[in-house]
């Protein structure tokens, strides 16, 4: 069943569209379902409000990396993506964060980001 978690988890985080189809902006936009990844990594009610707000603000990082110059957008992304990760990284225990890293590094290969 966690596999089948997991799975759906991905599917709604990264999408099942390749890169090509996403506007520019669309593939930087990281919307998820705060609540199925929190079933799927198993959260706490407290680490479930801490995701939320340090996902917000990873949102809001990949938005501003989005309308960054061309040259500058992989280092923008690189620079939301260290940051939501550190921050994760105070909020989820190491099993919870294998799975969250798996889910980001899906998620930015299937928008062509990584």
């Given at each position: 069943?966690?596999?089948?978690?997991?799975?759906?988890?991905?599917?709604?985080?990264?999408?099942?569209?390749?890169?090509?189809?996403?506007?520019?902006?669309d593939?930087?936009?990281?919307?998820?379902?705060?609540?199925?990844?929190?079933t799927?990594?198993?959260?706490?009610?407290?680490?479930?409000d801490?995701?939320?707000?340090?996902?917000?603000?990873?949102?809001?990082?990949?938005?501003?990396?989005?309308?960054?110059?061309?040259?500058?957008?992989?280092?923008?992304?690189?620079?939301?993506?260290?940051?939501?990760?550190?921050?994760?990284?105070?909020?989820?225990?190491?099993?919870?964060?294998?799975?969250?890293?798996?889910?980001?590094?899906?998620?930015?290969?299937?928008?062509?980001?990584?």
């Amino acid at each position: 069943m966690t596999l089948v978690a997991f799975m759906t988890i991905t599917m709604a985080f990264a999408g099942n569209s390749d890169a090509k189809s996403f506007h520019e902006t669309d593939a930087y936009d990281m919307h998820v379902n705060i609540r199925r990844l929190g079933t799927t990594l198993g959260l706490t009610l407290d680490q479930m409000d801490a995701v939320k707000y340090v996902h917000k603000m990873f949102r809001t990082d990949m938005l501003d990396a989005s309308k960054a110059s061309a040259d500058k957008k992989a280092e923008k992304v690189n620079e939301a993506v260290e940051k939501n990760l550190t921050y994760m990284s105070y909020v989820l225990d190491k099993k919870q964060m294998a799975k969250y890293t798996t889910l980001i590094n899906t998620t930015l290969a299937n928008r062509g980001l990584k």
